[in-house]
């Protein structure tokens, strides 16, 4: 189940001089650096412009991402990817869908665990609701399946299919922008988590955006403090990234990190983690990307 709330596919609603509230989720390069969970106050995407831009100055994207894992563990290989889209209807709605795909394959025998261990296809699609630009609230709806015939420690796993729902609002205050969000995960088997999102951000001087977001998962009890940061250069042509996962309250932090170049309609996005408790090089993150309409790269 974390696996899906990580990987999950999750669209954004963007306000004019604010950030999402809805994003998409780990097969974006570099999108955890800011926040793993669903925030509502994290940082624009890695593939996308400067927060806020896109409903004024995009009619629609169109995107391609991937991900692949090179852990530490022997047998063990991890990616994945996603292909999304969002449509801007006029200056109060947009709509976004797309379909993610992650596999997870551990083909050796430790520790007890053999088999394959996921392989999942998740679809998804939000509406977003833009009020004057300073307040936004955007409703998420996701199904999700994967497969499995891992076997761990004698025990068997097949299976499951499930979906989530989730909703969000964004609030605009100067150069501030908080909001917070709820996500009701389902599945087959009647597993639950409810999870609520809060975030701050800023904007300094259109270049700089530092974040935090915390995340709490009602029925796991898991806490999550992640702080990330946003630096645009040349014009907001050159974007790097930053940020540290502070999973389960910093008990298994991982440091992301990841550049985005834009040209023109395209832009390129590269980024990866670093786990410090497993001493490796997590995931290598790549996408992109092709926008619709002009580019306003003096304004924000």
């Keep these: 189940m974390k696996k899906i709330l990580i990987s999950g596919l999750l669209f954004c609603l963007i306000t004019k ?7 998409t989720g780990m097969t974006d390069a570099d999108i955890q650096g800011m926040a793993k969970a669903v925030s509502a106050a994290k940082i624009e995407n890695a593939f996308m412009l400067n927060p806020g831009n896109i409903n004024r100055d995009n009619a629609a994207y169109f995107s391609f991402s991937g991900h692949l894992g090179s852990r530490n563990i022997t047998d063990l290989v991890e990616g994945g990817g996603s292909i999304y889209s969002k449509i801007i209807l006029n200056k109060i709605m947009a709509v976004a869908a797309g379909i993610d795909y992650t596999f997870f394959n551990y083909s050796g025998g430790y520790p007890g665990a053999s ?4 392989n999942e296809i998740q679809t998804g699609a939000v509406f977003n609701i833009n009020l004057r630009d300073v307040f936004a609230i955007g409703i ?11 076997e761990v420690y004698g025990e068997k796993y097949g299976a499951e299919h499930g979906g989530d729902l989730g909703a969000g609002f964004k609030a605009n205050i100067k150069i501030f922008s908080m909001g917070a969000s709820f996500n009701n995960i ?36 898991c806490y999550d403090i992640n702080p990330g940061l946003q630096i645009f250069m040349l014009r907001n042509m050159i974007i790097l990234r930053t940020g540290l996962l502070g999973g389960d309250l910093f008990n298994n932090p991982a440091l992301s990190f990841g550049a985005t170049l834009r040209f023109h309609r395209y ?25 619709f309409n002009k580019i306003d790269r003096g304004k924000k």
């Design 140 to 150: 998420l709806g996701k199904y999700y399946n994967y497969s499995t015939d891992a």
């Design 267 to 291: 832009h390129f996005s590269y980024g990866g983690s670093y786990n410090f408790k497993l001493e490796s090089i997590g995931n290598h993150y790549m996408s992109l990307g092709l926008l």
């Design 115 to 118: 088999g394959l261990l996921w």
């Design 17 to 23: 001089n604010a950030f999402s509230v809805f994003e």
């Design 186 to 221: 389902l599945s087959l088997n009647k597993q639950t988590s409810r999870i609520i999102n809060a975030g701050i951000a800023l904007d300094i001087r259109s270049r700089i955006n530092p974040a935090v977001d915390f995340s709490i998962d009602i029925d796991k009890l």
